[in-house]
């Protein structure tokens, strides 16, 4: 799923250093969301990686239920929070699990085996059940091939919800009544399907009025519309029911014809190049889609469109292959290894390249795509949602051999979950499960990234002494504020306010024009808006 891509070069802006002389100054402009954002701006979750229960392999999957999170993978054992591998309080766990998502906690009596890894885990709209497809065969030792029902109420596997599917189930969608799926089989409960099936919630038997096809590749991901009269799909395919409809369109609940989907966000495949959609989620009247390619800039990014008719709303095109996306209010929470937003007039292209792993943006248009569009794309200039100020670090994995972080991200109104193959998260060991928390919730402890020291230059015509310094940056704050400390002084002798980002870091400089007689060396104190503190080393002394 690793997507290739060709790399351009985008230059950065020039921003003017700060020049003081013994007086603060506020540079202009307004900071970038993050979790103390500008008013009107949605906030983020805060960087900072909450506690979690972790896993042994990989996480492709979860969805959450009230305050429970049910991941399915490919893995076998969980242990606690800061445990190593081996611990002795690890615990079995095959290929699926659940923790709860304000503690990061596992649910005991949520235990588990699937004979295969899971692919695909999604919740019924009354939240009483989760279905699990994938490629596994038993749970529990007990026939289910492929899809398997979980009473939330219970933790027990469904006894008379067990139908069987031929190959890898890869995306499920349900209503209270009807359990929609899709992946790349050709047989349900020994009749003909095409990659696309519907059962019965009450008891796993075929809905023989859906069937629909997807024609020529496999499904990777469903959502039903609100209203529930439609199935939005997305995957590999080109055509669905034998129409032209590249990665992503929608079908009718009941009767499983061609419905109305009118954006072409994933252009048609040329070759061995292709994109696809590999998740979709739905909040209010839009649904959000993730998408990879596979070729030199093919479309990497997400969009929205209205679930209704498929009228596009926006669409981003960071490239970097995107395998989940979550909606969170007014922010859009996704997965990837993003290495060029310049789409969004962000982040650009780096040389050696440079991964961002988890990204959030708006739920909403903000302008228009600032970056030329890509390879075979159906539109140019299109509207973009801007990227919010959120960038924790997770580590790539190495368990798939695909080298990814993150694969999967689910939440609730005050709590987000990453699930993958990552081994640590801001540079602390926690492997494949990992939480964060809005403001009010989270312990805001993620300071502004360390810097080098300042230099300090003493002017040839008078005591006046030159204090530069490159501006540092924050994982989940756009403003920061600087503060110049001279020798051993506790008490600022200057404070300056600048935004930077990691890919934008001004030079900053204050002129100390009367220093003390005698030589002096210089520190700088950065602090967030929450109050936490990175202070430089110390300057070379300079003065006289």
């Not at 929070?81 to 290929?95: H, L, Q, S, T, Y």
């Not at 997807?214 to 990777?220: F, L, N, R, W």
């Not at 009118?262 to 839009?286: A, I, K």
């Amino acid at each position: 799923m690793r997507a290739l891509t060709r790399r351009r070069r985008a230059g950065l802006g020039t921003i003017a250093a700060a020049a003081l002389v013994g007086t603060a100054f506020v540079p202009f402009g307004a900071a970038g969301a993050d979790t103390s954002p500008p008013t009107g701006t949605p906030a983020t979750v805060s960087a900072d990686a909450l506690p979690t229960w972790q896993v042994d392999g990989v996480v492709w999957s979860m969805t959450t239920v009230g305050n429970i999170v049910y991941a399915t993978g490919n893995f076998t054992k969980a242990r606690p929070p800061g445990a190593a591998a081996g611990d002795a309080r690890e615990v079995p766990r095959k290929n699926i699990l659940a923790f709860n998502l304000l503690t990061g906690e596992l649910v005991t009596s949520f235990d588990h085996s699937l004979d295969g890894q899971g692919l695909r885990v999604v919740a019924s709209p009354d939240g009483k059940r989760v279905y699990v497809g994938g490629e596994f065969t038993t749970v529990d030792g007990q026939p289910r091939t492929r899809l398997a029902a979980f009473d939330t109420a219970t933790g027990d596997l469904v006894a008379n919800f067990a139908p069987k599917v031929s190959n890898k189930v890869r995306g499920i969608a349900a209503t209270d009544s009807t359990v929609y799926f899709g992946g790349n089989f050709f047989n349900v409960n020994g009749k003909s399907r095409q990659r696309l099936a519907a059962v019965k919630a009450a008891d796993g038997t075929n809905v023989d009025t859906w069937k629909p096809t997807a024609d020529d590749d496999e499904v990777m991901a469903l959502a039903v519309a609100p209203g529930g009269e439609r199935v939005i799909i997305g995957g590999k395919f080109q055509k669905l029911n034998g129409t032209a409809k590249v990665g992503v369109g929608a079908v009718d609940t009941g009767t499983g014809a061609l419905a109305t989907w009118t954006s072409r966000p994933v252009p048609t495949r040329q070759g061995s190049n292709f994109s696809y959609v590999t998740d979709l989620f739905v909040q209010g009247d839009t649904v959000f889609g993730a998408a990879n390619g596979e070729g030199g800039h093919w479309y990497d990014g997400r969009f929205a469109a209205k679930a209704d008719n498929g009228d596009l709303v926006w669409l981003d095109n960071c490239y970097g292959a995107t395998y989940g996306i979550f909606a969170q209010g007014k922010s859009v929470y996704s997965v990837s290894h993003a290495h060029d937003c310049s789409s969004l007039g962000a982040f650009p292209e780096t040389s050696p390249t440079t991964w961002h792993r988890a990204l959030a943006e708006t739920s909403y248009a903000t302008g228009t795509d600032k970056a030329l569009p890509g390879s075979n794309s159906n539109y140019s200039r299109q509207p973009v949602p801007s990227l919010l100020h959120w960038f924790p670090t997770l580590a790539m994995g190495s368990f798939t051999k695909q080298y990814q972080a993150a694969w999967a991200v689910t939440g609730n109104s005050d709590y987000i979950a990453m699930g993958g193959e990552f081994p640590s998260v801001n540079g602390k060991a926690q492997q494949g499960l990992v939480r964060f928390a809005l403001r009010e919730k989270a312990p805001n402890k993620s300071a502004p990234v360390a810097m080098t020291a300042p230099s300090a230059r003493k002017s040839l015509l008078s005591r006046r002494i030159t204090v530069s310094w490159k501006a540092t940056w924050d994982m989940d704050n756009t403003a920061l504020k600087y503060e110049v400390l001279r020798d051993s002084g506790t008490t600022p002798i200057a404070t300056l306010n600048q935004n930077s980002t990691f890919w934008s870091l001004p030079n900053m400089s204050y002129v100390d024009a009367s220093p003390p007689a005698g030589q002096h060396t210089y520190k700088i104190k950065v602090t967030d808006p929450l109050g936490n503190v990175t202070v430089s080393p110390a300057s070379g002394a300079a003065g006289r």
